[in-house]
């Protein structure tokens, strides 16, 4: 069950990019996913930056990335994939990132329960014992709560919808 599970994370993955406006628009990048784990970059880019006299990149372009690659942890944490919504989102902003550096996110989902996951992640420049922000978010799915709906549909649901927003569907 396992491989395939991960089988079909790792197929679906980049969608959760490709599916996202804001995240294709801001030009993050999937790297991986593992079950209740996930990894993002965001390549630095001039219009993303929040301060014109030091280049560095606006405080919500770190939120959204955190976001995203926590969002990601959440659906892979659970037995089947299905959508989520941010409950809570806490930013911790450490220190300015580096103009010029690429800001990976790694996010890791503690704890799952039927309906929420818990999830931390830190964003890092390639040294997570050096962050820029670090995030705690928890998220609940969203499928459908109708009873006896087969969760397996739900993913294919999910999945389609992916396809879909990412213009890879029909």
């Known amino acids: ?13 980049p969608m959760f990019i490709e599916g996202t406006p804001h995240a294709k628009f801001l030009g993050m990048k999937f790297v991986a996913v593992d079950i209740g784990r996930a990894t993002m970059s965001l390549p630095y880019d001039k219009k993303l930056i929040g301060n014109a006299q030091t280049e560095v990149l606006h405080g919500g372009v770190l ?20 959508p989520v919504a941010t409950l809570d989102l806490r930013i911790d902003y450490m220190r300015a990132a580096t103009p010029g550096k690429t800001i990976i996110a790694e996010a890791h989902a503690y704890k799952t329960t039927r309906h929420i996951a818990f999830v931390r992640a830190v964003a890092h420049e390639g040294d997570v014992d050096d962050p820029v922000a670090s995030s705690q978010a928890s998220f609940m799915t969203t499928a459908s709560g109708r009873k006896g709906a087969n969760p397996l549909e739900r993913t294919k649901d999910f999945e389609d919808f992916l396809s879909v927003k990412s213009g890879d569907g029909s």
Do not use: H, I, P, Y
Request: net charge negative.
């Open 1 to 13: 069950m396992n491989e395939e599970k991960l089988k079909r994370l790792w197929d679906m993955a």
């Open 63 to 82: 939120t959204a990335l955190l976001d995203q690659a926590s969002g990601l942890a959440a659906v892979s944490s659970f037995n089947e994939m299905q």
